[in-house]
């Protein structure tokens, strides 16, 4: 599959997107990324595993800075903070005061409180007793 026939055969969403080519997640062999309805990125062998597509993704929604969709907001949060690891305590990477690009001028960023969903799921996920009784 090239990148046009991506584009044209799914519904490509704005917020990225990984489009993994193969049979499953861990045995593909090729995956695209894609943004604001374009593939943008294609990777094939050498190094096609999931984990190095699964870094692409997160890095492009903080490189783009992009919000996540709201309806995959907390699976995605929660993969970011307890699996990948990715600023697992706090709200936002960057600074609380920055200067707008436009006027020069500080201005505070928008902060917000982890998602209570991720903090509960994230809480019972490591009390839970992975040993079989």
């Not at 704005?14 to 489009?19: G, K, N, Q």
């Not at 190095?52 to 997160?58: H, I, N």
């Given at each position: 599959m090239t990148p046009a026939d991506a584009e044209t055969h799914f519904s490509l969403p704005?917020?990225?997107?990984?489009?993994v080519l193969g049979d499953t997640l861990w045995s593909a062999k090729r995956w695209m990324l894609s943004i604001e309805g374009?593939?943008?990125?294609?990777?094939s062998p050498p190094v096609p595993d999931f984990a190095?597509?699964?870094?692409?993704?997160?890095?492009?929604?903080?490189?783009?800075?992009?919000?996540?969709?709201?309806?995959a907001a907390t699976t995605l949060e929660?993969?970011?903070r307890f699996l990948v690891r990715i600023n697992p305590d706090a709200s936002k990477c960057s600074a609380?005061?920055?200067?707008?690009?436009?006027?020069?001028?500080?201005?505070?960023?928008?902060?917000?409180?982890?998602?209570?969903?991720?903090?509960?799921?994230?809480?019972?996920?490591?009390a839970f007793d992975w040993q079989n009784d």
């Open positions: 704005t917020t990225p997107r990984l489009i374009r593939v943008v990125f294609t990777h190095t597509a699964l870094a692409v993704l997160f890095a492009s929604f903080y490189v783009f800075n992009i919000e996540y969709q709201v309806e929660f993969v970011q609380k005061v920055k200067k707008s690009l436009g006027s020069g001028r500080p201005v505070k960023r928008k902060t917000t409180d982890m998602n209570p969903r991720v903090i509960s799921f994230m809480r019972d996920f490591t």
